[in-house]
């Protein structure tokens, strides 16, 4: 049995804490901060952290956090029960998985599409022109099983080129680092992705990518603990200020 001194004692000691404990995050200054969980496809890294400051603007005390990645990943880790609220891929097959894990509400909505491109250094010292001159050069693409891979498989597959990538990349923004990194000598990588590098790449449209683009879907997920606000962020994304946003950004219409 507590004697009374350390009753007091213990009493006291839970007085300064409760008080802590129940304050939660307030990166406002005011109440609690809601945080919203979006897992999208690293294509997509620059033009969501603008939707992401802008619905941090247009709702007080909620946070948006990414997690960017490979679609396939995404959406694994989504039907595995990972914490997230929207889901946004680059293919409709990730998505597809994600509904058939039965971790997506409603129906997923295409909201965009995007084409293969060739990028390389400005300077290009390996002369490249057009797909016919991977041979022999230092190039890299996508794995197989992520959406940037598999668009382009078909590319090459469409052209005929046999030559081979002297690595294969987890998603389209780390293939594009291995050109602005100089680790390589060109990379098919996304128009957008190309267009998000700016003056750091060189880039050369591939003739006939428009019969393999890619396209788009987000959804918000079952396990959201906010779904009218993981929602809001779809309608953000799907409305006409995404739409535009992402048509500036180099994507193409759903």
Not at 11 to 29: E, I, W
Not at 34 to 46: I, K, N, P, Y
Not at 99 to 104: F, H, K
Request: one cysteine or more.
């Amino acid at each position: 049995m507590l004697s009374r001194t350390r009753l007091a004692a213990v009493v006291g000691a839970l007085a300064l804490t409760l008080p802590l404990a129940a304050c939660g995050d307030d990166d406002n200054g005011g109440g609690d901060t809601t945080t919203l969980q979006v897992l999208a496809a690293s294509s997509l890294t620059d033009v969501f952290g603008d939707f992401g400051k802008q619905f941090e603007a247009d709702h007080d005390g909620v946070k948006v956090e990414f997690s960017f990645g490979s679609s396939t990943d995404l959406a694994a880790q989504a039907a595995d029960g990972a914490p997230g609220d929207v889901l946004a891929t680059a293919d409709q097959d990730s998505m597809t998985s994600a509904q058939d894990a039965g971790v997506v509400t409603g129906d997923p909505a295409n909201f965009a599409t995007n084409v293969l491109v060739l990028v390389t250094p400005p300077d290009n010292p390996a002369g490249i022109t057009s797909l016919a001159d991977l041979d022999g050069a230092t190039w890299v693409r996508c794995a197989d099983e992520a959406p940037c891979g598999k668009v382009a498989l078909a590319v090459l597959d469409a052209q005929h080129v046999t030559a081979q990538p002297a690595s294969l990349e987890d998603d389209a923004r780390s293939t594009l680092d291995k050109v602005t990194s100089g680790e390589a000598d060109a990379a098919l990588v996304y128009a957008s992705d190309a267009q998000s590098a700016g003056d750091s790449v060189k880039t050369i449209p591939i003739a006939g990518a428009e019969g393999q683009q890619t396209s788009y879907y987000i959804a918000p997920l079952d396990q959201s603990g906010d779904a009218d606000l993981a929602q809001q962020f779809t309608d953000l994304v799907t409305g006409p200020d995404g739409q535009q946003a992402l048509a500036g950004a180099g994507f193409g219409k759903p």
